[in-house]
């Protein structure tokens, strides 16, 4: 089964962390959003990925090999980026008419049990319910619990079963036909190729297609969403490997994921907290906040904030969103 991972997008809702690095590539709880989902299916036993890259694609390709050199990977670049059906049709040429074929989007973490692929006779599509569908593509069953009709950010929903971003298809090369007839005769909606057209034509042609319910969702796309996931995350790590850092006059107060070559003094850490690789933080309080690498922080009052890497912080009480590269200083 071949792996397909879209990475193209701009990721606006995230600026100013993604004016230097890819949405996929913004950490959460110790790790970039994009190695979470591709150790999942590493340690699943899979090994074979498509990237759809696109904005600032030559990161992603330089972090997947370095991190990854043993996997078999394909790059390819969508340009221009228009919609998720446009992006899975670019990876035509890296996955084969009869492979089965895995999308799920770069920007969400999901649980869900990979085993349900195992022998599926039909194309599943993951869904979890919301209160409020109308930003999501969202599912109609038919009474045997098969898809019937799908729609994209429908202003009047007749269902509240939304897509999660995760799709199996049994036969990709009858996905990448459906995609090619949009493509061919500029169906689109929206303004865009959107990847539920595309399997709507395929169900349309007779395919059964299933839903499958995922667990936990997380949809990394904003700060508050990005500061949700990594606290449950964060959650979890602490369980598997409890915290046993200590530094100079400081509380640590678990959940952390702190980085083993960080220099903490007179501080208060956690809860919540992800701090990168080099970074040093004197005389501050942080909680539920996500700090980059190789940066620093002075007695600074932190929380439910986003800081990136390379920063330079002090003297501060306040609820932040800063980028790479930034120097700040409120003393």
């Known amino acids: 089964m071949k792996i397909v991972i879209p990475v ?23 790790r970039p959003i994009l190695a979470h989902i591709i150790d999942y299916f590493v340690e699943s036993g899979y090994d074979e990925f498509v990237f759809i890259i696109g904005y ?4 992603i390709e330089e972090f997947v090999n370095t991190k990854y050199p043993s996997l078999k990977t394909a790059f ?18 890296s996955v084969h008419a009869n492979d089965e074929m895995l999308i799920i989007l770069g920007d969400t973490i999901i649980d ?66 459906a995609l090619q007839v949009l493509i061919d005769n500029q169906i689109k909606t929206l303004g865009e190729y959107h990847l539920t057209d595309g399997i709507m034509r395929m169900i349309e ?3 059964k297609t299933g839903v499958f319910q995922v667990g936990n969702w997380f949809d990394c796309g904003g700060k508050d969403s990005l500061l949700e996931t990594n606290a449950i995350l964060l959650g979890r790590l602490e369980e598997a490997h409890p915290t ?44 539920d906040s996500i700090i980059g690498s190789y940066s620093q922080l002075e007695t600074a009052v932190l929380h439910h904030s986003v800081i990136g890497s390379d920063a330079y912080l002090k003297g501060l009480s306040q609820s932040l969103n800063i980028g790479d590269s930034t120097e700040i200083d409120f003393s």
Not at 8 to 30: C, E, M, N, S, W
Not at 56 to 59: L, Q
């Open 112 to 177: 869900f049990d990979i085993k349900i692929f195992q022998g599926a006779k039909n194309n599943l599509l993951g869904v979890k319910k919301v209160e409020d569908p109308r930003n999501f593509g969202v599912v109609e069953l038919d009474d045997n619990g098969y898809v019937e009709k799908l729609y994209e950010k429908p202003v009047i929903p007749k269902s509240n079963l939304a897509l999660v971003g995760i799709y199996y298809i049994k036969h990709a090369g009858k996905l990448f036909d």
């Open 76 to 93: 390819v670049v969508q340009e221009p980026r228009e919609g998720t059906g446009h992006s899975v049709w670019c990876a035509r040429n």
């Open 56 to 59: 600032m694609g030559e990161k």
């Open 205 to 207: 042609q007779g395919e």
């Open 8 to 30: 193209a997008g701009i990721g606006t809702k995230l600026r100013p962390h993604t004016h230097t690095q890819p949405k996929t590539l913004v950490p959460v709880a110790g």
């Open 244 to 287: 046993t850092q200590k530094f100079p006059n400081t509380i640590i107060i678990p959940p952390v994921s702190i980085a083993y070559n960080c220099d903490i003094a007179d501080s208060i850490i956690g809860p919540n907290v992800s701090i990168g690789e080099h970074t040093i933080v004197r005389s501050s309080v942080i909680k």
